[in-house]
C-alpha cells in the first residue's frame, strides 16, 4: 500500500516521541495519588491510634481524679472525726446537737475492726500495704462485707466524683511507736492521756473506676486507678506550759483573781501559778502584785472538796480561795509572795515558738491548722479543737459555756481586742497572742472561770471583775493535741496495694 505525502506526515506526526510525552504524566500522576492514598490511609489509622490514646489517657485520668476525690473526702471526714478515732468512749465526741457519738474503737458501735491473721492480698490488710504486726493492726471498711455492729463503708460523697465514675476506700490502723519503728504497731490507747500523747499511721487505700455504665458496680467500669495515701497524728502545740497563767508581758491582778496551781509543776509537792517573763533580753518583766484581792490555793481548798467532779465545773454555791488557805495572796494591802509565783529570767522571748514549735514569724503554719472565725460569738458548749480568731474583736458577753472537760477547746486569739465578760466558763486553753496584730490587748471583767491554762502573749489592757484559772493537766494536754492529723510525707504511691474485688 502506498502512503501518500500528506497522510504520511499526519501518520508519522501521530507516533511521533513528542506526541507521547502525556503517558508520563498520567503513570506520574497514579504513583502520586496512590502515595498519597497510602499516606492518608496511615495518617487516619495515626488518628485513630491517637484518638484511643487519648480516651484511655481520659479515662485513666478519670478514674485517677476519682481515687483522689475519694481520698481527700476521707481526709476532711478522719479530720473531722479526730476525736473519735483513737476512743472506745460511748461518748468521744459531741454531735453537735446536743449529743455524742462513740469512739472508733467502741465495743459495739465502733468502726475498727482486728485485721485477720491470715490477711491476703484480696484484703485490705493484706498485700504490701499492712504495716508490722498485722495482729494489731486494724481496719475500716471491708469490701464486700458487712461486719456485725459495724460501718460497712466509709462515707464518700459519690456525687462529687466526675461523670460515669465512681470510688470504693479503705484504711487500714497501725498504733506506732516512733523511738523504735522497727517495733510494729502496737495496742491502741482508748483513752486520757495515752490518746493525746499517741502516734498512729492510717493507710487510706483509695479505688477509683471509670466509663462505668452503672457506677453501683464496678464491674461495668472499664478503667481503674489505686493509690494509697499514709496519714499520721500530730500534736500542733508541743503541750500547754505546765502552769495555769503563763505571761509574757504584764499581769497585775487588779480585780478578785483567783488560780489553782499545778501541785507539782516544779517537782513533786512543788506547786506554780504563775510563770512570769523577768528575761531582761524580752522585757522588763511584769508586776504580780497589783492593787487588787486575788488568791491562789489548791484544788481541795478551791473545790472544798478532796474529790474533783468528773466534769471539773464548780458545784459549790462559790468555789474561791481564801487568804487563810492560799499559798500567795493580796487583800488590801495585806499581801504574801509564795513559792508558786515563778519569775524567770530565762524565760523564752519568743512564746509562741516555745508553745508551737513554729516561730511566730510563721504563725501562719498554726493558723491553717485551726479553724479561722472572725470572732468568738459561734463559739459554745459543742465547741472543741482549734479556733483562731482573726477579726477586730474576740468578745464573750452574757453566759456562756465554752467547750467541755471531754472536748475541750485551744483558743488562739490574734484580735485586736479580746474581751472576756459576763459569766463565762472555758474548758480547755486560752492563747493571746500579737502575731497578727502588734498592740493586740486582752481585757476581762465580769466573772470569768477557765479550767485549764492561760497565755498571754499580748498586752494586759485591764483586769477587772473575777477571773479564776483552774489548771487541769488532762484538758491542757487534750486542748493542745486536738488538732491532729496529717499527710505523711514521701507516703503517696499508686503500686503495692491490696488486690481485691469490690462489690457495688
Same mark, same amino acid.
Given at each position: 500500500?502506498?502512503i ?8 508519522h506526526? *501521530? ?12 503513570f ?6 496512590s @502515595?498519597? +492514598? @497510602?499516606?492518608?490511609?496511615? !495518617?487516619?489509622?495515626? %488518628?485513630? =491510634?491517637? %484518638?484511643?490514646i ?5 479515662? %485513666? ?40 457519738r462513740? $469512739? ?32 494489731l ?11 456485725a ?8 460523697n459519690?456525687?462529687? @466524683?466526675?461523670l460515669? *465514675?465512681t470510688?470504693?476506700v479503705?484504711?487500714?490502723?497501725? %498504733? ?26 492510717? /493507710? ?13 458496680? +464496678?464491674d461495668?467500669?472499664l ?15 508541743? $503541750? *500547754?506550759?505546765?502552769?495555769?497563767? /503563763? /505571761? ?7 480585780? +478578785?483573781?483567783?488560780v489553782?496551781?499545778?501541785?507539782? #509543776?516544779? $517537782?513533786?509537792?512543788?506547786?506554780? =501559778? ?20 486575788w488568791? +491562789?490555793?489548791?484544788y ?11 466534769d ?6 462559790s468555789? !474561791?480561795? !481564801?487568804?487563810?488557805?492560799?499559798i ?5 494591802t ?32 498554726v ?5 479561722v ?8 458548749p ?21 467547750? =467541755?472537760?471531754?472536748w ?11 474581751t ?26 465580769? /466573772?470569768?472561770v ?25 484538758? #491542757? ?5 486536738? *488538732?491532729?492529723i ?18 457495688g
Amino acid at each position: 500500500m502506498t502512503i501518500k505525502p500528506s497522510r504520511w506526515r499526519q501518520y508519522h506526526r *501521530s507516533f511521533s516521541p513528542d506526541r507521547q510525552k502525556g503517558g508520563l504524566t498520567i503513570f506520574s500522576a497514579v504513583i502520586l495519588l496512590s @502515595l498519597i +492514598t @497510602l499516606m492518608l490511609i496511615y !495518617s487516619t489509622r495515626i %488518628q485513630q =491510634s491517637e %484518638q484511643r490514646i487519648s480516651a484511655n489517657e481520659y479515662r %485513666q485520668k478519670m478514674a485517677f481524679h476519682a481515687a483522689e476525690s475519694a481520698a481527700d473526702q476521707v481526709i476532711e471526714y478522719m479530720l473531722a472525726n479526730s476525736l473519735r478515732i483513737l476512743s472506745a468512749e460511748a461518748e468521744a465526741a459531741p454531735d453537735g446537737a446536743g449529743g455524742s457519738r462513740p $469512739g472508733w474503737f467502741h465495743e459495739t458501735e465502733g468502726v475498727w475492726a482486728p485485721c485477720p491473721a491470715d490477711a491476703g492480698v484480696n484484703h485490705p490488710c493484706g498485700g504490701e500495704i499492712a504495716a508490722g504486726n498485722v495482729a494489731l493492726s486494724f481496719f475500716y471498711d471491708d469490701p464486700g462485707t458487712t461486719i456485725a455492729g459495724k460501718y460497712d463503708t466509709i462515707p464518700v460523697n459519690l456525687d462529687m @466524683l466526675p461523670l460515669e *465514675s465512681t470510688a470504693r476506700v479503705s484504711a487500714v490502723f497501725c %498504733q506506732v511507736n516512733f523511738s523504735d519503728p522497727s517495733g510494729g504497731c502496737m495496742s491502741a490507747p482508748v483513752a486520757g492521756e495515752d490518746i493525746a500523747r499517741s502516734s498512729f499511721v492510717i /493507710t487510706v487505700l483509695s479505688y477509683g473506676y471509670a466509663d462505668c455504665t452503672d457506677t453501683t458496680d +464496678t464491674d461495668t467500669c472499664l478503667v481503674s486507678a489505686h493509690l494509697a495515701l499514709p496519714l499520721t497524728s500530730y500534736n500542733l502545740a508541743r $503541750g *500547754s506550759p505546765p502552769v495555769p497563767l /503563763t /505571761t509574757r508581758t504584764t499581769f497585775p491582778p487588779t480585780g +478578785t483573781a483567783e488560780v489553782v496551781p499545778n501541785p507539782n #509543776a516544779g $517537782g513533786v509537792g512543788v506547786p506554780v =501559778s504563775v510563770w512570769a517573763n523577768a528575761n531582761p533580753a524580752c522585757s522588763s518583766g511584769p508586776t504580780l502584785l497589783g492593787g487588787g484581792d486575788w488568791a +491562789t490555793c489548791e484544788y481541795h481548798e478551791w473545790y472544798e472538796t478532796d474529790e474533783i467532779p468528773d466534769d471539773m465545773a464548780c458545784t459549790n454555791p462559790s468555789c !474561791s480561795c !481564801s487568804a487563810e488557805e492560799a499559798i500567795s495572796y493580796t487583800v488590801g494591802t495585806e499581801d504574801h509572795v509564795g513559792i508558786d509565783l515563778l519569775e524567770d529570767v530565762n524565760f523564752p522571748c519568743d512564746l509562741f515558738q516555745f508553745f508551737f514549735d513554729i516561730p511566730r514569724s510563721q504563725y501562719q503554719l498554726v493558723k491553717s491548722a485551726a479553724k479561722v472565725i472572725e470572732d468568738c460569738d459561734g463559739l459554745g458548749p459543742e465547741s472543741h479543737g482549734i479556733y483562731w480568731v482573726s477579726g477586730a474583736e474576740c468578745r464573750l458577753d452574757g453566759t456562756n459555756v465554752i467547750g =467541755s472537760s471531754k472536748w475541750p477547746v485551744m483558743l488562739i486569739s490574734a484580735a485586736q481586742t479580746t474581751t472576756f465578760t459576763g459569766d463565762n466558763n472555758i474548758f480547755g486553753v486560752i492563747f493571746v497572742t500579737d502575731v497578727e496584730k502588734p498592740t493586740a490587748e486582752w481585757n476581762a471583767s465580769g /466573772t470569768n472561770v477557765v479550767y485549764g491554762s492561760v497565755i498571754l502573749d499580748a498586752e494586759l489592757d485591764s483586769f477587772v471583775g473575777t477571773f479564776k484559772i483552774i489548771y487541769n493537766k488532762d484538758v #491542757a494536754l487534750l486542748a493542745a493535741g486536738s *488538732s491532729g492529723i496529717g499527710t505523711l510525707n514521701g507516703g503517696w504511691r499508686d503500686f503495692g496495694l491490696p488486690d481485691f474485688d469490690w462489690e457495688g
